[in-house]
């Protein structure tokens, strides 16, 4: 569980708050949460008991005291709870996930795949976006949102390539849209273009 993404979710998380782990897939973030005394209180869940079986033989493995629950988003989660993580699942299943009349204050998200929508969705259903994160992990990045419910409206350039301020993630992001200018027909040239522009500025703004 040495994980750069497990312990980048971590640090997200504080003492006082008491975490669901919805969709938690492994168990590994909860188990390593409970391990090193994050949090006040983390359960787990996922959406079905083949799926929740992972996380719980990799409980009793770790001989950890965490009770999960079997539950589509918040749908079933019979506790309190002030703070959610939901990572490793696409945009759509999270939007539809924290649509739930139960969702908390403070959330934690990890989505795999569109990004401006969810950053455009969550201004809209009233979140703020206090922090984020691309991390590096086997060759890929991932974008992990802390989110607390508040008034934000972030313009187009932090919408779509975030407020991370990771310059490593920008030239990524940048020599990612230089190859697909060399594929791509030349209408959807003009617009990698631009976005190329306003890389190069973001990573050249200090």
Do not use: W
């Amino acid at each position: 569980m040495n994980s750069e993404r497990i312990q980048a979710l971590a640090r997200n998380i504080t003492e006082k708050d008491t975490v669901v782990d919805i969709g938690c897939d492994h168990g590994y973030l909860s188990i390593f949460l409970k391990q090193n005394n994050i949090c006040k209180k983390v359960y787990a869940s996922d959406i079905s008991e083949q799926a929740l079986s992972y996380a719980r033989k990799n409980i009793k493995k770790y001989n950890m005291n965490i009770e999960t629950f079997i539950s589509d988003g918040f749908n079933n989660i019979p506790v309190y709870f002030d703070t959610a993580v939901i990572a490793g699942m696409g945009t759509s299943t999270i939007l539809k996930i924290i649509s739930h009349k139960n969702t908390p204050n403070k959330l934690v998200l990890a989505s795999n795949n569109e990004y401006y929508r969810l950053r455009k969705s969550l201004n809209k259903m009233g979140y703020k976006i206090v922090d984020e994160q691309a991390i590096l992990e086997n060759n890929h990045y991932y974008i992990i949102l802390l989110c607390i419910k508040g008034k934000q409206q972030l313009n187009k350039i932090d919408l779509k390539f975030g407020i991370s301020n990771n310059d490593a993630y920008y030239k990524y992001l940048l020599n990612k849209n230089k190859e697909l200018m060399k594929k791509v027909p030349f209408t959807k040239r003009i617009k990698l273009y631009f976005d190329c522009l306003i890389l190069k500025k973001l990573i050249e703004r200090k």
